[in-house]
Nanobody, 126 residues
Framework: QVRLVESGGGLVQPGGSLRLSCAASGLTSNNYAMGWFRQAQGQEREFVATIRWSVGRQYYADSVKGRFTISRDKAKSTLYLQMNNLKPEDTAVYYC???????????????????WGQGTQVTVSS
């Protein structure tokens, strides 16, 4: 059984930083991708970043390029999202997710991800 558990959310001032973590268990595929998505109140869930677990190749949404960094620790089966220079528009519930197939054309698609964590709230406000 796949389980994803996020942590690290909270309240931060604009320009501040946060690091999210996602502890994963039960994933058996060798070719999966793990990503971060976010959903602001009243809006659809959107892609933030993803990483191919085996080789570490990263992909980002344009809105977070240069500010966010996705990484993983294979030994700990943990996914991270380092968020710097946070803006009020980054406020959302952040979810980690796993895509067992990791097809290139759908890496940023919500529908491609089979497994989801429960989400962690990030609020950027002064």
């Amino acid at each position: 059984q796949v389980r994803l558990v996020e942590s690290g959310g909270g309240l931060v001032q604009p320009g501040g930083s946060l690091r999210l973590s996602c502890a994963a268990s039960g994933l058996t595929s060798n070719n999966y991708a793990m990503g971060w998505f976010r959903q602001a109140q009243g809006q659809e869930r959107e892609f933030v970043a993803t990483i191919r677990w085996s080789v570490g190749r990263q992909y980002y949404a344009d809105s977070v390029k240069g500010r966010f960094t996705i990484s993983r620790d294979k030994a700990k089966s943990t996914l991270y999202l380092q968020m710097n220079n946070l803006k009020p528009e980054d406020t959302a519930v952040y979810y980690c997710a796993a895509d067992p197939g990791a097809i290139q054309s759908t890496l940023s698609s919500v529908r491609a991800y089979e497994y989801w964590g429960q989400g962690t709230q990030v609020t950027v406000s002064s």
